[in-house]
């Protein structure tokens, strides 16, 4: 396979054109009439609240665009679970850019990254939100906690002072080529020095430059209507299930000021429940005719690939046909 270098990642090279010149250089430019997909992302969120399912592989992403999402979200807790590892900051930059190029490869949705801590300082805040911008990203979420970090919604975290956050911001809204990139401050201070604190913080972010605040683990619908009312930015709200936060309805977020909802893990829980319980009957009954009602058909599939234009292309070159 051909591919472009950029550092030490490597990805395929279709996934780059348009969006780095062949002498390395990067270039961000786009046909004219084409928004970007930080200016699409915003757009969606002006529109109405914004529901971001996290998509743990890129067929999934390409299921949430044919049913009619406007964005999609790749979990950094999802992509670690999918590793089998935990989610205590052992995925790599390369690991987190290569899965969002797979994503945008096949995907033309707006795409949100986790980014974890920027995995590292300042300057490699820079080189991430270089690589997110060169892969198509529309806009990431930084934390302010230490590592290793945790889960957001578990015990035991420890956060960077807020002076050296406001520093990673700094970088990351400097470096960002688009100025429609979407850089969201997550703070998880709830949790460690109270909702007061977490509020400081977050203002002391939008001050930095952050587009959107992300305060993880709330944990009464009145938390949320309060950082609503004190900070001024667009704000994130993390449904995500099994933790500290109430599962409020979209509407009710929206009427409190929240436009982007997060939903992480939700495809991931019901995909894994399903499989651990299909690999039970195959093995407890010895043949899986049983689980074939539960099953995506072969139809199907082929049909969220959009296997059928891929055959038309391959026979369309084997008769020489050089035709759109």
């Not at 009619?68 to 999918?82: D, E, I, P, Q």
């Not at 590793?83 to 850019?97: R, V």
């Not at 992300?214 to 667009?234: D, G």
Request: proline letters at 5%; aromatic letters at 6%; charged letters at 25%.
């Amino acid at each position: 396979m051909n591919c472009q270098v950029t550092g030490v990642i490597l990805f395929p090279s279709e996934v780059f054109s348009n969006r780095i010149s062949l002498n390395g250089d990067e270039s961000m430019s786009l046909p004219s009439n084409e928004k970007s997909p930080g200016r699409r992302l915003r757009e969606a969120w002006e529109r109405e609240p914004l529901l971001l399912p996290g998509v743990f592989s890129p067929l999934l992403a390409r299921i949430a665009e044919q049913i009619g999402y406007s964005a999609v979200y790749l979990s950094g807790g999802g992509l670690s679970a999918g590793s089998g590892l935990p989610d205590i900051g052992l995925l790599t930059l390369t690991e987190f850019a290569e899965a969002a190029a797979r994503i945008t490869e096949v995907c033309s949705l707006p795409l949100v990254c986790d980014a974890d801590t920027g995995f590292g300082e300042t300057l490699n805040v820079e080189r991430t939100v270089r690589i997110f911008e060169r892969v198509g990203v529309a806009g990431l979420h930084l934390e302010d906690q230490a590592m290793p970090k945790r889960c957001g919604h578990l015990q035991g975290k420890s956060l960077i002072s807020p002076a050296a956050m406001v520093a990673k911001l700094r970088a990351a809204v400097t470096t960002r080529r688009d100025p429609d990139f979407v850089i969201i401050a997550r703070t998880d201070a709830r949790a460690v020095e109270g909702l007061s604190a977490a509020i400081d913080r977050a203002k002391q972010y939008v001050a930095a430059g952050a587009d959107v605040i992300f305060p993880e683990a709330l944990e009464s619908e009145e938390e949320f209507a309060i950082v609503a009312r004190e900070v001024s930015v667009p704000l994130l709200a993390n449904m995500t299930e099994f933790g500290r936060s109430p599962l409020l309805d979209p509407s009710r977020l929206g009427e409190l000021g929240y436009r982007l909802i997060l939903y992480p893990l939700t495809a991931f829980r019901v995909a894994m429940k399903a499989a651990e319980e299909a690999l039970k009957e195959l093995k407890a009954v010895g043949h899986q005719r049983g689980l074939i009602p539960r099953m995506m058909t072969r139809a199907e599939l082929y049909e969220r690939i959009d296997y059928a234009d891929y055959d038309r292309r391959d026979q369309k070159y084997a008769r020489g046909d050089f035709s759109g």
